[in-house]
Structure formats: C-alpha cells, structure tokens
C-alpha cells in the first residue's frame, strides 16, 4: 500500500510510512487532549469574562493582549491541515504573521462548538462595506486561560449558523 501511495505522490515507500506515523500521532495527541476537556467542570463566569478579553483583543487587532491569555504551552491547530504549534512564541509569530498583520480590521460573533466557546471571525473587506467570514475558532480552556486554539476554515461557518458576511460596523 506505501508503495503505491508512493508512486503517487512522487515519493518513497519510507517517506509515506513515515508521514503515516507522524499523522498517527498527532492524532492520538488530538484525542488525548481532548479526552482531558471532556472531564473538566467550566466556569461558566471565568469563561464568558475569558471569551470577552478575547473576543475584544481580537476586535482591537491587540496581539500583545491575545497573548496574555495563553498559557504557555498552548497548542494552535488548524484541521484539515497537518498543522500545530505549541508554545506562546510560536502562537505570537504564527498570529503575528497571519491574522493581525497591518491593516486587518475584524468583527466577532461568540458560538459553541461541542460545550466549548467558539469564535466566528469577520475580516473587513477593504473594498466593500462587509466583514467577510475568515474562520470558526474553538477555544479550549482551563480557569481564566487559554490552552488551545482550533482554526477552522469558512466552510464550517454554516454548520455553526454563522452568515458569510456581516455588514460593516455602525
């Protein structure tokens, strides 16, 4: 079977069974972590104050204080993508890079996604008078931290009953 993956990705038998085992992993960390959110007792005040610091620091385009929320070896993923990142530096040059580069502008609708806070997140289109859907963040907690933060792409954004665009802010 390797090989034949191999053959189609123009790559080696080895290189397929490796990656293989590295997905394999991740996964099994994916589950792990999970299994630990499922028997946590939210508080529900520590919560919403810890979702609004959040949602404010995204709105305000404030890195530094998005930052402040993470513990130190909070993990970023983005599903489908093979991607994570653990550790407060990684999490500050991945946003920094991506998300709260110079000009951005976004708005925020607070959701749910499997009893834990979700994010909906509008980028402003410069061109038009719209916030235009960006992601569904899924934020695990612990206390009045932040210790994960799954990215999902826009194409969950109706399944969450989140509209395509918002209008621009009054």
């Known amino acids: 079977m390797a090989a034949a993956v191999a053959q189609m990705l123009d790559t080696t038998p080895e290189a397929v069974r490796s990656a293989l085992k590295r997905a394999r992993a991740t996964v099994d960390d994916h589950l792990a972590d999970s299994r630990e959110g499922a028997t946590r007792r939210p508080d529900t005040a520590a919560e919403q104050r810890l979702v609004a610091r959040l949602t404010d620091a995204i709105e305000r385009a404030d890195l530094d204080g998005l930052i402040e929320l993470l513990v130190a070896d909070v993990r970023l993923s983005m599903p489908p993508a093979l991607l994570e990142y653990r550790g407060i530096e990684s999490a500050r040059r991945v946003l920094g890079a991506v998300s709260f580069r ?37 934020i695990t907690t612990a206390g009045e931290y932040i210790t994960a933060i799954t990215c999902f792409t826009t194409g969950v954004m109706t399944r969450f009953g989140l509209p395509r665009t918002l209008p621009a802010a009054d």
Do not use: C, E, M
């Not at 499997?114 to 061109?127: S, T, V």
């Open 102 to 138: 110079p000009g951005r502008a976004y708005r925020v609708v607070r959701t749910g996604a499997n009893g834990q806070p979700a994010l909906g997140l509008y980028l402003a289109d410069p061109r038009a008078a719209v916030y235009r859907a960006y992601a569904v963040l899924v």
